[in-house]
């Protein structure tokens, strides 16, 4: 409304107060006053407008990660589509999504969060690897802009002090300590000892650090047991496996920690068929590649018995506390031809959380339009932000920044599936756990 229709408003106000008074005289004045206010409330109030705001998604869409970049669009997508279709009472604004390619590298990483920033964008959401999360976000740090993390797990990204990064997800010394405990409960409960391990893992920071992890908290769940094989490799450069394969062969170890994409979990699979081995338990650790709906494809019955760190599968919605979240799986069938993995479900859940911060921004005043207050705001939000477990859609935890001073989701788990006939069942925590695992897992002579 501007300053000229205010300014007519109340002259017409006063003329016909005026007009009333000496027309009907003293005793009708408040009934006419109620009718001119009413007019000029009816003519000045203008309807709401739709507020609209864009949020930056960085991910890997082409290069070595492509294929993982592109599940974690697909559960962004999907949350921003719920969002805009207003399934969620709580979010009442629409989402507009501006896509960028990291191309699986850090430089175009950093040049993309840049060019977000100048297309004044309220908020970051990204970027899967580890080792491109972690510049970028730093960027975001340097210019003021809210990055939420829901996949990525180097510990050192919410190790900074940074202030406007947040990660929704574990990090990766959560994941490797969940690894052990899903272990050593499914040890105890079939009988089985763990002597010796190896660890086998990808070089870059989502290899390293998850190992880390693995090698600091063994002990604690298994005293006494120790590593007699270790090694790192390029997940992009490696063509063959054979000759690790045939050292951990030779070390034969209980079980394997294998951190891996794609493409280097099937290869280490198919060798170690190749050379006739195969351990008491071969663990993808991290969720990596060995929790992609691809390495079942690409390996069929060769994937049985894997087992492998995962955020979320369909499992988790015959549990009565999640079983309210299963219309948002449907739809990702409905879209996708199949259920969500632990990528799109954690990337979903992202979405959910940053937009709950803007809604909160936007109750609090704030305006998008003056854009480094707005992410400000939202900053705020999030840093207040306490879902509860059961409110937060599809997982089985919730997500408290109240108590997190450096803004790393303390409530955040990883379950452990097993992939049994071709599909993948969750066999831990027990409470989400349909069926039993099987372990020691059978040679390959010994399958069907």
Known sequence: MNTKSIILGIALLIIGLIIGYFAAGPGQVTTITQTVTQTLTQVTTAPAKEVEVKVGVLLPLSGGSAFDGQEDLRGIQLAALHINQSKYPNIRFKIKLVIADTQTRQDVGVTELRRLDKEGVVAIIGAYNSAVTYPTAGEAEKIGLPYVV?????????????????????????????????????AKAKGVEVKTVAYIYEN??????????????????????????????????????????AKLKAANPDVVFHVAYLKDAVLFVQTMKKLDWYPKAYIGAGAGGQTRVEFIDQLSKDANYV?????????????????????????????????????????????????????????????????QAFRKAVRDALEGIKIPAGELPLMPWGVDFTSAPNHQNPEAAVSMAQILDGKFRVVWPLEFAPVEPIFPVPGWGARS
């Open 150 to 186: 829901p996949e990525a797990v180097a510990d050192r990204i919410t190790a900074q002090g940074w202030k406007y990064v947040f990660r929704t997800c574990a990090n990766a010394s959560k994941y490797a300590y969940d690894t052990l405990w899903a272990l050593a409960d499914i």
């Open 204 to 245: 870059s920071d989502f290899g390293v650090f998850t190992t880390e992890g693995l090698k600091k908290f063994l002990n604690l769940f298994f005293p006494g047991a120790k590593a007699v094989y270790e090694e790192s490799y390029p997940a992009e450069a490696v063509t063959s496996m054979d000759d690790m394969v």
């Open 307 to 371: 087992f492998t760190q995962t955020e979320w599968q369909p499992d988790f919605l015959t549990s009565k506390r999640l079983a309210k979240w299963a219309w948002i799986d449907e739809d990702f069938k409905k879209l996708y031809g199949r259920s969500m993995v632990g990528s799109s479900g954690l990337n979903y859940v992202g979405t959910y959380v940053l937009a709950v911060a803007i809604q909160k921004a936007l109750d609090s005043g704030a305006n998008p339009d003056d854009l």
